[in-house]
């Protein structure tokens, strides 16, 4: 059986109004691959991973899962997870109910819920806040929270847009390692929103450099999958080199959007 999660074949998205969110796009996400998305403002990335998430259907070209067209598969098909930079937890609920929220939808036991809850939470560093509320949480730990509660149902892929893009600096370092250790040890597979560069140097082993007016992908950049990424990678001249060449891909993927905007107009 072949590795790819997810391929879009020249998949392509016309809003009503005949804005070209996206011009055709081809991507293929494999097992195991952590491939993030970034470029300007407008690019298509939220398009992108609304086509994905099925909240709209393509113009043309197709979507398949694991080889098969999405609409075949069906919603609940795809085993999908999602996080955003809003953690949106329940507030009255304590953590490991927030994280067993999606098993409960899906009809599983309390016991059973409650003991892969457990092991989510264990997963992000959080075996011990179970009974915790999320008033009584950083925002790095609502963030880890919500990948939890992400994991908890074993998604084939994750969908991650910005989800650190509010916190600090320091946390944002710490959870990016959380999750390159997810991706590169546990094989979690994961498609990454970012508008920073560094930490798609840090994550990817593959980064999607897009630019708008139309959204396309301008660039493909490979990062050798075996590089620990600590944060010896994070200070290693190795590290420099690729945040050097992927700024000079998406300084030239802004520019070239720069101009089909002016020759739009
Ligand atoms: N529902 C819609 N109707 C019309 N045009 C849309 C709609 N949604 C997005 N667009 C347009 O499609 C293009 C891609 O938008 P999209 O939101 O996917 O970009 P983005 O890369 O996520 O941008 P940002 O980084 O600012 O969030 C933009 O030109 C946007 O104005």
Known sequence: MSDTVL????????????????????????????????????????????LIANLHGPSAGSLRWWGSDFRGVGQKGRRLAFVFQDATLMPWANVGRNVRLPLDLMGVD??????????????????????????????????????ARALVTEPDLLLMDEPFGALDEFTRNRLDEEMARLCYQDGLTTLFVTHALHEAAFLSSNV????????????RYAIDRTIVRDEAFRLSERFAEISRELAVLLEAASHESHLAAEMQT
């Open 7 to 50: 391929s879009l074949d020249a998949v392509e998205k016309v809003f009503p109004n005949g804005v070209r969110g996206l011009a055709p796009v081809d991507l293929t996400v494999r097992a195991g691959e952590f491939v993030s998305l970034i470029g300007p403002s407008g690019c298509g990335k939220s398009t992108l991973l609304k």
């Open 110 to 147: 309390r016991a059973s819920g409650d003991a892969r809850a457990r092991t989510a939470l264990a997963r992000v560093g959080l075996g011990h806040a179970a009974e915790r509320y999320p008033a009584q949480l950083s925002g790095g730990m609502r963030m880890r929270v919500s990948i």
């Open 208 to 219: 999607m450099v897009m630019a708008a007016h139309p959204g396309r992908i301008h660039a």
